[in-house]
C-alpha cells in the first residue's frame, strides 16, 4: 500500500532563521506589521510503499535522519496522512 | 492575543518539481526504494498579532497572496495553531 506521509523539517528553535528574518522584512515593507515573527522550513511529502503505517514511518524516519533534515540545525516532525 | 499561523507553500502538482526528483534520487542511492515520489515545499510559522483567529487567518492570507507563494507555480494552506 501507499502512504503519504509528511516530514516537515523547521531550524532549531534557539538558531537564528536568516530567511524567516528576511520574509519579515519584507512583510513589514507590505504593511503587515502585525506579523511579529516568521520561520521557514520545509515540507516534504512522501510516497511510500509499505506493509503498514508503522513501517512508512520508520521509512520516512531514516529518510530524514540520513537525507532530508540536518540535526545539528534543524529537527523534523512526521505525520502520516 | 498573538496566535501561531501555520503557512504551507507546495509546487503545483501538475507541475514538475525538481528539487523532489533530486531528494527521491538520493533516496534510492541511500537504499530507500520504497520511497516512490517526493515533492518539496516550504513551511512557514507565523506569529500573528490579531483580535482573534478570522483576522490572524486574514492577515495570514494576505501574506500567503502577497509575498509567501507564488500563485502562478504554487499552492498554500493555512492553518491555525
Redesign the interface.
Given at each position: 500500500m501507499?502512504y503519504s506521509v509528511q516530514v516537515?523539517?523547521?531550524p532549531l528553535k534557539n538558531l537564528l532563521d536568516p530567511q524567516?528574518k528576511a520574509?519579515m522584512g519584507?512583510?513589514q515593507n507590505?504593511g503587515?506589521n502585525?506579523?511579529?515573527?516568521?520561520?521557514?522550513?520545509?515540507?516534504?511529502?512522501?510516497?511510500?510503499?509499505?506493509d503498514n503505517e508503522e513501517a512508512a514511518k520508520a521509512?520516512a524516519d531514516?529518510?530524514a535522519k540520513?537525507?532530508?533534515a540536518n540535526a545539528v540545525m534543524e529537527m523534523y516532525e512526521i505525520q502520516i496522512g
Open positions: 501507499i516537515k523539517v523547521m524567516g520574509v519584507g512583510l507590505l503587515l502585525n506579523v511579529t515573527d516568521v520561520r521557514i522550513g520545509k515540507h516534504i511529502d512522501l510516497q511510500i510503499e509499505a521509512i531514516e529518510a540520513k537525507l532530508l
